[in-house]
Structures are given as structure tokens and as C-alpha cells.
């Protein structure tokens, strides 16, 4: 059965401190792996798409990596304005369209 | 400003009643989806469509039913046979089938709360 596993469920900063968020999956074969930032009561804004180990990819202070078993979100010097719940997502090989979602990392910057 | 809407952004239901979430897109995808999320839990998915007049089940079809009669709309009902309606419901569209590499992109959603 295909999984998506994400630690820490929750993470506390300070402000500036850099941290990662970890992304596990075991899937059939992996076709995309997703990261998205959500804010309370809203919905799910797309960041990144990653398709092969060794692949990064990077925003403002965000970066994403792949390897063949995880994926990783590197929040460098974070701001109170990145906290948000980070959802990563696979999509495999025999899947149609479905993304399988875990449950993401509950992120809180403070000053 | 292309993007995807959802109304009403809050919805109260009474045991028993159906109730009709909406979900629009400008984007001109040919994908579109139902997600519903709970607490401390992953988004599910209840039904995706690839094209007009076709749809398909996802994890947890039961209870719900959609409609997909023009490319920017893509309705989802809950129906008084789903047991548990209370969650925060997610539209999202797609490019479509060609390249299978597609990024979801998500609307606002809509909160359901049974009383």
C-alpha cells in the first residue's frame, strides 16, 4: 500500500533558526513529489514538484530536495510569515491523477 | 485572475439534508478533484474527473456524488448517507491526462459543519 509519512508533526522556531521537514515515502514507483504550504482555513498553495532523486529546487527561503526513499524541506533563517502547515504529496506511476497526501508539518515561527 | 472558487466558504447541514458545494475553475483544466480533510490527517480523495461527462470514484466515494456537465464546474453533493460530513472539502484542478506529471491546484474550500 502506498504511503506518505511526515515528521515532525509539529515544529516550533525562532525566527532566523534553519530547520528541515522530512517527507517519507514508500510508493509503487514515483512519478512527482509535491510540496505545498498551507495557512489556516484555506487552502493548499502548490511550491514545488520534484520527479528524480538529486533533483532541488528552491524559493525564497524554502528548498526542496528528492532522494529515492524521502523528500526534504529546508526552511533557511525562517520569518514568522512561513509559518503555515507544509503537506508534501506523491503521485505513483499507477495512479491516474491521485495524489497521495500525508499529514503534514505544522510550522510556528516566532519572533 | 484565473484560479479555481468554491462556495459558500461555510455551510451548516441538518442531520438528514443534502447539501451542494461548488466548485469553479478558469483555468481551462481538464482535471478537476474532491479532496476532504480532517484533523491530524492527510487530504482524501472522494472523486476526480478527466474530462466533461466522466468522473471516477476515489477513496471515499461512499456518500458522496458529483456532476461534471461543462469543464469549469464540478459539483459535489453529500448526501444524508454519509455518516460523518463534518470536515473542510477541497476542489482542485489539473492540466489533464497528457505528460501524468501535473501539478493540483487548489481553491479556497468550503467548511461543512453538521448540526
Known amino acids: 500500500e502506498d504511503q506518505v509519512t511526515q515528521s515532525p508533526e509539529a515544529l516550533r522556531l525562532q525566527e532566523g533558526e534553519s530547520s528541515s521537514l522530512n517527507c517519507s515515502y514508500t510508493?509503487?514507483?514515483?512519478?512527482?513529489l509535491f510540496w505545498y504550504r498551507q495557512d489556516p482555513g484555506k487552502g493548499p498553495e502548490f511550491l514545488f514538484t520534484?520527479?528524480?532523486a538529486g533533483e532541488e529546487k528552491e524559493k525564497e527561503r524554502l528548498k526542496a530536495t528528492l532522494t529515492k526513499k524521502e523528500s526534504f524541506l529546508h526552511i533557511t533563517a525562517p520569518k514568522p510569515e512561513d509559518s503555515a502547515t507544509y503537506l508534501c504529496?506523491?503521485?505513483?506511476?499507477?495512479?491516474?491523477?491521485?495524489?497521495?497526501f500525508g499529514a503534514g508539518t505544522q510550522v510556528v515561527v516566532t519572533p | 485572475d484565473g484560479g479555481i472558487t468554491q462556495s459558500p466558504k461555510y455551510l451548516f447541514r441538518k442531520e438528514g439534508q443534502n447539501v451542494t458545494l461548488s466548485c469553479e475553475q478558469n483555468?481551462?483544466?481538464?482535471?478537476m478533484y474532491w479532496y476532504r480533510q480532517d484533523p491530524g490527517q492527510g487530504l482524501r480523495l472522494i472523486y476526480y474527473?478527466?474530462?466533461?461527462?466522466?468522473?471516477q470514484k476515489g477513496d471515499i466515494a461512499e456518500g458522496y456524488s458529483v456532476s461534471r456537465e461543462k469543464k469549469e464546474s464540478f459539483p459535489l453533493t453529500v448526501t444524508s448517507a454519509q455518516k460523518n460530513p463534518t470536515a473542510f472539502y477541497l476542489c482542485?484542478?489539473?492540466?489533464?491526462?497528457?505528460?501524468?506529471?501535473?501539478?493540483?491546484?487548489f481553491g479556497p474550500g468550503t467548511r461543512l459543519t453538521v448540526l
Open positions: 482542485a484542478s489539473s492540466i489533464g491526462v497528457a505528460g501524468g506529471y501535473n501539478e493540483q491546484f
Open positions: 510508493v509503487s514507483g514515483l512519478r512527482g
Open positions: 520534484l520527479y528524480s
Open positions: 504529496a506523491a503521485k505513483t506511476t499507477d495512479s491516474w491523477g491521485k495524489l497521495q
Open positions: 483555468l481551462n483544466h481538464d482535471a
Open positions: 474527473s478527466q474530462i466533461v461527462n466522466d468522473f
